[in-house]
């Protein structure tokens, strides 16, 4: 028997896409291997966690996921009009990380804003002076 997808995401198996993305969001900031000091078993969870997400939020593969389970996904199962290929994870959780975060620190931006904050009377029209536009 394969891995529970579902429950490695602790989601229900009738969960919606936005479901997915929350909780795969917020284990993937608990379990990044680079909040951890070189664990393996933090690192194989990591894993675990971007490959369930690559097939529950992608419809085709969670079709064949819910129908033929783990087994069936990762040897190909016949399609209504062609063999479905099998489907191989990537290896690469931190591409996953990436791609769902934009960024490999999530918090870049907030980081960024603190250490040089904005100033705060500048405007696009100068320093908060009126200026009178000619007519």
Known sequence: ?????????????NCSQL?????????ALK????????????????ALI????EILVNNKLRAVYDQYGEEGLKRGVPGPTEFLQPYAYHGDP????????GTANP?????????NPPPMFES????GIKKKIPQ
């Open 1 to 13: 028997m394969g891995f529970d997808f579902y429950g490695i995401l602790g989601v229900k198996r």
């Open 19 to 27: 479901e997915v993305k929350r909780a795969y969001r917020r284990l």
């Open 31 to 46: 379990y990044n291997p680079e909040r951890h000091d070189n664990d393996e078993n933090i690192q194989r969870i990591f």
């Open 50 to 53: 971007a490959e369930a997400y």
């Open 94 to 101: 931190m591409r996953t990380y990436n791609e769902f975060f």
């Open 107 to 115: 918090y870049a931006d907030l980081l960024d804003y603190y250490e």
């Open 124 to 127: 696009p029209l100068g320093k």
